[in-house]
């Protein structure tokens, strides 16, 4: 059954207005009111829709890794880790301010997205030296991907997408 219209709308207005106060503020620093308040709507309506600016930002998550981490049948792995690079500089606003925020709990979603969708795939096709000890590779595979990204938001257009992915893969396959 589809979402109704007025509920999809009310939802993009608190999303946006949350996303807008999450550039000017850290998330910590962000209340209820504050959503409220720029999205004008009221505080049932808010509470109607999400429970606590927590489940606000789980939803917004899902949502954006829902996009973010979604592989076409016939893309190649490098072309797929491009595209998460590219999502996330096509919406530096939205998805980089809380990568850039180091909001544990977008982190922590991110981090497992990684171990999910992109770790097993750089473990079997790309790390060549089997004999480190594999918790090891996972934990350096995925925090280096974070780090690069964060990185590489930073710095403006200094390298592009590709290139960004190219270095990244040689880093890790030590070529």
């Known amino acids: 059954m589809a979402v109704d219209r007025r509920i999809q709308k009310t939802r993009k207005i608190i999303y946006e207005a949350f996303l807008e106060i999450l550039n000017e503020k850290g998330y910590d620093q962000i209340r209820v009111q504050d959503i409220i308040d720029l999205a004008n709507v009221g505080r049932s309506t808010f509470y109607q829709h999400y429970e606590s600016?927590?489940?606000?930002?789980?939803?917004?998550?899902?949502?954006?890794?829902?996009?973010?981490?979604?592989?076409?049948?016939?893309?190649?792995?490098?072309?797929y880790l491009v595209h998460i690079v590219?999502?996330?500089?096509?919406?530096?606003?939205?998805?980089?301010?809380?990568?850039?925020?180091?909001?544990?709990?977008?982190?922590?979603?991110?981090?497992?997205?990684?171990e999910h969708d992109v770790y097993p795939v750089l473990y079997q096709?790309?790390?060549?030296?089997?004999?480190?000890?594999?918790?090891?590779?996972?934990?350096?595979?995925?925090?280096?991907?974070?780090?690069?990204?964060?990185?590489?938001?930073?710095?403006?257009d200094m390298i592009s997408e590709e290139e960004l992915i190219t270095y990244y893969l040689q880093m890790i396959t030590n070529n």
């Open 86 to 114: 590219m999502h996330f500089k096509k919406n530096k606003d939205r998805v980089a301010s809380l990568l850039l925020s180091n909001n544990p709990y977008f982190l922590l979603h991110l981090k497992a997205e990684l």
């Open 53 to 79: 600016k927590e489940v606000l930002l789980d939803q917004l998550c899902q949502e954006l890794f829902h996009h973010i981490f979604y592989q076409e049948e016939d893309s190649s792995f490098k072309d």
């Open 125 to 156: 096709n790309y790390v060549k030296d089997k004999k480190i000890p594999e918790p090891f590779i996972h934990q350096f595979v995925v925090s280096s991907f974070i780090e690069t990204l964060k990185w590489w938001l930073h710095q403006r």
